[in-house]
């Protein structure tokens, strides 16, 4: 690959990054919240955990981008949370989309969910019979792919309705 193909490849995936990650800004500075008490999740929602984490402990080439292995991720109440009501969203409306039908962005559910986070990405997709075939898709897709890789980010909400997914990355304040 030539040098100014490597170069426009290289863009074309920043741009995507870009495009894929509703809102990564820090904020202010503030004590670092406790997580609410653990939860108990769906067999869904926890094997997507685990598929996430499988993908992370390899590292991959997310399109022109090479990404190292990360820490796994754990799960939170509140991202969970998020992440599910925005499946239900997508559901309800027959929609896919980052942005919600009242016009919200990830950013926006997730504080909504009283998670003040510092780092914030969603990745959504439809019609995926199964976790497997999902994050398989994802993976195959550089900026959802890199999401999947942040090494920013240390907890991960997960939805799904009626094969409508979301993976929501997270890191608190």
């Not at 402990?57 to 992440?83: E, I, Q, W």
């Not at 075939?133 to 980010?153: I, K, T, Y």
């Not at 991960?156 to 009626?162: F, H, K, R, V």
Request: aromatic content about 6%.
């Amino acid at each position: 690959m030539t040098a100014s193909r490597r170069a426009t490849a290289r863009r074309l995936a920043c741009a995507l990054l870009a495009g894929l990650l509703a809102a990564c800004a820090p904020r202010s500075a503030a004590p670092r919240p406790t997580s609410p008490a653990p939860a108990t999740y769906s067999p869904t929602v926890t094997r997507l955990l685990t598929l996430v984490n499988e993908e992370r402990a390899k590292g991959a080439v997310c399109g022109a981008l090479r990404m190292p292995p990360a820490a796994p991720l754990t799960l939170d109440a509140r991202l969970v949370r998020a992440a599910q009501l925005h499946s239900e969203d997508q559901a309800t409306h027959n929609y896919m989309g980052h942005p919600g039908s009242d016009g919200s962005s990830v950013g926006t559910r997730v504080t909504a969910a009283g998670y003040p986070w510092s780092v914030v990405a969603e990745n959504v997709a439809w019609n995926q019979p199964t976790p497997e075939v999902v994050v398989a898709a994802w993976m195959a897709s550089p900026g959802h792919c890199e999401n999947m890789l942040r090494r920013e980010v240390s907890e991960l909400g997960a939805g799904e309705e009626n094969l409508f997914w979301t993976l929501v990355f997270a890191e608190p304040l």
